[in-house]
């Protein structure tokens, strides 16, 4: 089972300002990495996908990059509605899809 | 408008059963591999088992295999997951989840809102 590991934990960062999430799998899973958002009481949003694919609709300060082991979700000019819990997920290996343990952002 | 709704959650004992249920409206729901995922309370996502168009393939997380199955009724437009042998750790609110394929990715697209499933004595 691919172990995906997230970091930080927690992130404050102040709105209009630029976060930078980690997301590192235990082994490469190449491009195949999908990216979540998730806000308290909701269901998931899928933001990208294949790394660096913005899903439909979601806005151009959300980007994805990195492949193999290491990627990156950069949030640009952070919106009081960005802040909330980010998921990684991997689908490179599986059953089973495996996700990160989150990284929470949170209003500085 | 592309919907999932899920039902069936509730209280339970540790050793009984429960029958999720996702009801999908507004897209080709036999097109599509189906998913449900959990989150145990203040905890992240877990993949829990996905199924195929026709109901085929099936594929589980071991956490849950020879207790839970997935099953689908495409002329209902639903998805089903059967959870026996509960457990405490089986706790979470469940999420079905559209998956989205094409030969360089998959994606969970659309979620449903969740059913919480509470095991306990």
């Known amino acids: 089972e691919i172990v995906m590991t997230q970091s930080p934990a927690t992130l404050s960062v102040s709105p209009g300002e630029r976060a930078t999430l980690s997301c590192r799998a235990s082994?490469?899973?190449?491009?195949?990495l999908a990216w979540y958002q998730q806000k308290p009481g909701q269901a998931p949003r899928l933001l990208i996908y294949g790394a660096s694919t913005r899903a439909t609709g979601i806005p151009a300060r959300f980007s994805g990059s990195g492949s193999g082991t290491e990627f990156t979700l950069t949030i640009t000019s952070l919106q009081s509605e960005d802040f909330a819990v980010y998921y990684c997920?991997?689908?490179?290996?599986?059953?089973?899809?495996?996700f990160g343990q989150g990284t929470k952002l949170e209003i500085k | 408008e592309v919907q999932l709704v899920e039902s069936g959650g509730g209280l339970v004992q540790p050793g009984g059963s429960l029958r999720l249920s996702c009801a999908a409206s507004g897209f080709t729901y036999s097109g599509f591999w189906m998913s449900w995922v959990r989150q145990a309370p203040g905890k992240g996502l877990e993949w829990v088992a996905n199924?195929?168009?026709?109901?085929?393939?099936?594929y589980y997380v071991d956490s849950v295999k020879g207790r839970f199955t997935i099953s689908r009724d495409s002329a209902k437009n639903s998805l089903y997951l059967q959870m026996n042998s509960l457990r405490a750790e089986d706790t979470a609110v469940y999420y079905c989840?559209?998956?989205?394929?094409?030969?360089?990715?998959?994606?969970?697209?659309?979620w449903g809102q969740g059913t919480m499933v509470t095991v306990s004595a």
């Open positions: 997920q991997q689908y490179n290996n599986w059953p089973p899809y495996t």
């Open positions: 082994q490469s899973v190449s491009s195949n």
């Open positions: 989840a559209r998956e989205i394929r094409s030969s360089w990715y998959y994606a969970f697209d659309i």
């Open positions: 199924i195929n168009q026709d109901g085929s393939e099936k």
